[in-house]
DNA sequence: GCACCTTGCGATAACGTTATCCCGAGAATA
DNA sequence: TATTCTCGGGATAACGTTATCGCAAGGTGC
């Protein structure tokens, strides 16, 4: 099958590279002569190095890195499973920055939202052996990372924490940023504010419902019909809208539990959306352009990426360490919708 | 250095992943017999694939993709270099589907839009010596390609053409994109028209801006004050409005270049942007959502994506086969922002 | 009853690196 | 001059797989 070119020379074969061997022989010197070069240790003198240097860059010479990682044991590279490749995903920018500080390599894979893709990126990556995993979890139950984390591998999470097995988080303080939300909306007037977010089996859906709720007892305000978690569906949105603002004491502000939500929403509302105060959980590019211009929870994507990178290490460097879980703080942006009176 | 745990039984060792001899130490049968087992090769036992099996369980072995794709020869991985990781990006979203259903795994790396970066990004990716390279180019010159291909690596770019070596392309069709657009905004009453996109030196920019001066030309209408291809900063957007809108003989519409300067010229106009009609070049998320909703030229990404994969399947199964460059169609998705009239 | 295949499994050599030895040659010391 | 010490560099053994052999049993042909 395979085509085999015959050569005169110490050339390049077609679909093979050449290895250390072929540059040590073009130089004439010994196969760990070669290796020295590469890696630059200071104990080969200086007329070898540069006919090595020469043979290297005559016969296009790259290391093959997975022989490397090999023999060295470590990979140089971190797997990040993140929900979908496809969105904006500033987090994995951050951590992709991070990493490449770190001189690390990260290894993207897509959950897609599923879990039994989850498992299969996860696990791919393990049988990669990357030096360590990030992870936005899909799943509730990570029972099947238990012995990976046994053998050493290192474990971050980030806005969902990891289920049934220890491992470091980096979550958003998901608490304040629904009571900032709240309050926000009750100093410009309003006291009759309702929330649309995601299903309370996932855990941001959980956490923003609930808090939520306690500023709503807080303050005093009735709950019936002011709090709408579940699937993001047109439908549900639907009908979630219409029993917030339509009913006999209707709601007059409302906040969006994550962008998903946010946009259905808006596409519901179409031109009322003006009429109504929104704060959206999540910023997202554009949101500033809509009309009016969307105020916003945002989450701190730079310091999520780069605290799950600095977890990520800590642990590679100590597995003995204490879990730890780290809170990043959320941020109001006024730009107009939060804004509206009732 | 090394913490070295006393081991009684043959279990787990922190940090030290069982290999398959550990496996066959444990099952009490040769190496290649558990390689066999791994492998699903028929010519093992019943009895002696449950007992390797077992062990593999016990172990909670995974075999090291590494040492299997330096024994095997190749990778299952391939590399795609994209322009950024951190906003939306569907064409990655597709080649990652499309790999997957060829059980190929994709390394994505963003060039952040710097040559320097969309270099090291690639040869990172022949130094993990992965089965193909999709790259989004940044450089115009990709001379630093040449030993790579002429080695045989596959590569095919999108969006741009690769510069200076031979190598499959897939790419939209700006030009019947402009045309399309063009005529559009014609037959709903325009006949002063202007055009603002990306600097002449990147291809779809000078692509985009040729295809406009071609369709001005045929229409009959002045040029001057009506092309404006530069860099995608505020500044320049804000100048190049002023010139085509407020003159004295005033373009009443507006074809935007990509999605940068969509946004810019969006952030720009704010509450004017309901008086001109505003074709854009590219859809994104949300577009619907603004208020005119904007009427684009749509790019099929997820064409783009499989086409790539297929091109680089090709090329790889045929090193021989003549270099293709595939033009995907786009198609104009009137929203409103193109269908007002002057 | 012996040659001849299958079948089932084990020893062993790669794959392309790096790390551990080890040795020869010169410099430094007695 | 003989001896030790450094220093530069070469064999060679891993790393964890898979592929090529080869070798025993056991079944079938004459």
Same mark, same amino acid.
């Given at each position: 099958m395979t085509?085999?070119?015959?050569?005169?020379?110490?050339?390049r074969r077609r679909g093979k590279r050449p290895t250390m061997l072929d540059v040590a022989r073009t130089a004439g010197v010994a196969l760990r002569t070669v290796s020295r070069v590469v890696n630059?240790?200071?104990?080969?003198?200086?007329?070898?190095?540069?006919?090595?240097?020469?043979?290297?860059?005559?016969?296009?010479?790259?290391?093959?890195?997975?022989?490397?990682?090999?023999r060295r044991g470590v990979s140089g590279t971190i797997g990040a499973a993140v929900r979908n490749l496809a969105d904006a995903h500033p987090v994995l920018s951050a951590?992709?920055?991070?990493?490449?500080?770190?001189?690390l390599t990260v290894l993207a894979m897509s959950t897609e939202d599923e879990e039994q893709r989850e498992r299969e990126a996860v696990m791919s990556m393990c049988r990669k052996r990357v030096d360590g995993i990030i992870i936005e979890p899909i799943s509730a139950n990570?029972?099947?990372?238990?012995?990976?984390?046994?053998?050493?591998?290192? *474990?971050? +999470?980030?806005?969902?924490? @990891?289920? !049934?097995?220890? &491992?470091?988080?980096? /979550?958003?303080?998901? =608490? $304040?940023?629904?009571?900032?939300?709240?309050?926000?909306?009750?100093?410009?007037?309003h006291n009759r504010i309702a929330y649309i977010g995601d299903h309370e089996r996932?855990?941001?859906?959980?956490?923003?419902?609930?808090?939520?709720?306690?500023?709503?007892?807080?303050?005093?305000?009735?709950?019936?019909?002011?709090?709408h978690a579940g699937a993001v569906e047109p439908a549900r949105i639907a009908s979630a809208l219409t029993t917030a603002f339509d009913g006999p004491t209707p709601a007059t502000a409302l906040i969006t539990g994550n962008v998903a939500t946010t946009v259905e929403v808006l596409r519901y509302l179409g031109a009322d959306a003006g009429r109504?105060?929104?704060?959206?959980?999540?910023d997202f590019l554009?949101?500033?352009?809509?009309?009016?211009?969307?105020? *916003?929870? +945002?989450?701190?994507?730079? @310091?999520? !990426?780069?605290? &799950?990178?600095?977890? /990520?290490?800590?642990? =590679? $460097?100590?597995?003995?360490?204490?879990?730890?879980?780290?809170?990043?703080?959320?941020?109001?942006?006024?730009?107009?919708?939060?804004?509206?009176?009732?």
């Amino acid at each position: 099958m395979t085509e085999r070119t015959v050569e005169g020379t110490a050339g390049r074969r077609r679909g093979k590279r050449p290895t250390m061997l072929d540059v040590a022989r073009t130089a004439g010197v010994a196969l760990r002569t070669v290796s020295r070069v590469v890696n630059d240790d200071p104990t080969v003198g200086q007329d070898l190095v540069k006919r090595v240097r020469a043979a290297i860059v005559t016969l296009d010479y790259e290391p093959d890195e997975r022989a490397q990682q090999l023999r060295r044991g470590v990979s140089g590279t971190i797997g990040a499973a993140v929900r979908n490749l496809a969105d904006a995903h500033p987090v994995l920018s951050a951590i992709d920055q991070a990493a490449r500080k770190a001189k690390l390599t990260v290894l993207a894979m897509s959950t897609e939202d599923e879990e039994q893709r989850e498992r299969e990126a996860v696990m791919s990556m393990c049988r990669k052996r990357v030096d360590g995993i990030i992870i936005e979890p899909i799943s509730a139950n990570h029972q099947y990372l238990a012995p990976e984390i046994e053998a050493g591998m290192p *474990v971050v +999470a980030f806005d969902r924490p @990891t289920g !049934g097995v220890p &491992a470091d988080a980096v /979550l958003s303080d998901n =608490a $304040a940023g629904i009571g900032t939300a709240f309050r926000h909306l009750v100093q410009h007037g309003h006291n009759r504010i309702a929330y649309i977010g995601d299903h309370e089996r996932i855990f941001t859906g959980r956490e923003r419902a609930a808090s939520f709720r306690a500023c709503v007892t807080a303050n005093g305000g009735p709950l019936e019909g002011m709090v709408h978690a579940g699937a993001v569906e047109p439908a549900r949105i639907a009908s979630a809208l219409t029993t917030a603002f339509d009913g006999p004491t209707p709601a007059t502000a409302l906040i969006t539990g994550n962008v998903a939500t946010t946009v259905e929403v808006l596409r519901y509302l179409g031109a009322d959306a003006g009429r109504i105060a929104i704060v959206a959980f999540d910023d997202f590019l554009l949101a500033d352009l809509l009309r009016p211009a969307l105020t *916003v929870i +945002a989450q701190n994507s730079a @310091t999520i !990426g780069r605290t &799950a990178i600095e977890l /990520l290490l800590a642990r =590679a $460097a100590d597995p003995t360490r204490p879990v730890q879980s780290v809170t990043v703080p959320v941020e109001l942006i006024p730009r107009g919708s939060g804004e509206l009176r009732p």
